[in-house]
């Protein structure tokens, strides 16, 4: 079996590397720079790609001039702070990019439809299904058959999302039981020297392993002052 892994670089997706190995996919590895300020992580991805023994490619969507596009987010766009708080806040509103899984999941599908492979993997898990709605299991379902129509006759790719109804803190302990390097993963979104601690995907991480009972490698910047909501 051959699986194309969408890799960002993060604790998620890297687990998600580690399971599909472990389930004996053949992978290879597909991680996007889209102009998120957070783009070390990559570097994180290629090291996770090549420690699975998978084939990375890194899609440039910043240099086709499509991460230019891509403005009105934390994430992309310097004209907003990255907000600082629990993950489900709703302040975390302000990170949504528009559309990124679609065009992620789009090229990879098509990359997959011409090497051979029977599937796309992505790391989407249940925290994120208040903020994003591109990581609810009813786009991933409509996104696959919308995908089987604009293949038919050239490939049958499934999608596969296997942390759609797992929290993060099951995400660590499987993790931890598969032996992922998680000190090598990078979720700031600050994309600073170390983890700030602070901002959303800091905070859920910290508390994903304080819930998971495992111990937790990351250096951050900073102790979070606010409470979950």
Known sequence: MKAIAVISGGLDST??????????????????????????????AETVARDLGAPWTLINLEAAGIGRM????????ASFE????????????????????????????AAAGSSGAEAVALAVHAGDHPIYPDCRPDFIHSFEA??????????????LAP????????????????????????????????????CGTCYERREAFQLAGVKDPTEYAAEPVFQAP
Not at 16 to 42: C, I, P, V, W
Not at 82 to 109: D, F, K, S
Not at 146 to 159: C, D, K
Request: hydrophobic share 40%; net charge neutral.
């Open 82 to 109: 990255v907000p600082e708080g629990h993950y489900a806040a709703e302040n975390m509103r302000v990170t949504i990019v528009p559309n990124r899984n679609a065009i992620m999941l789009a090229i990879a599908c």
């Open 15 to 44: 687990t998600l590397g580690y399971l599909m190995r472990d389930q004996g996919y053949k992978l290879e590895a597909l991680s996007f720079n889209y102009g998120q300020r957070h783009r070390k992580e990559l570097a994180f």
């Open 70 to 77: 891509l403005r009105g987010s934390a994430l992309t766009d």
């Open 163 to 198: 942390f759609s109804s797992h929290s993060k803190a099951d995400i660590v302990q499987l993790g931890d039981k598969l032996g992922v390097p998680f000190a090598n993963t990078w979720s700031c979104y600050k994309g600073g020297e170390i983890h700030c601690g602070a």
């Open 146 to 159: 919308m995908e089987r129509i604009a293949m038919e006759g050239t490939a049958q790719i499934s999608i």
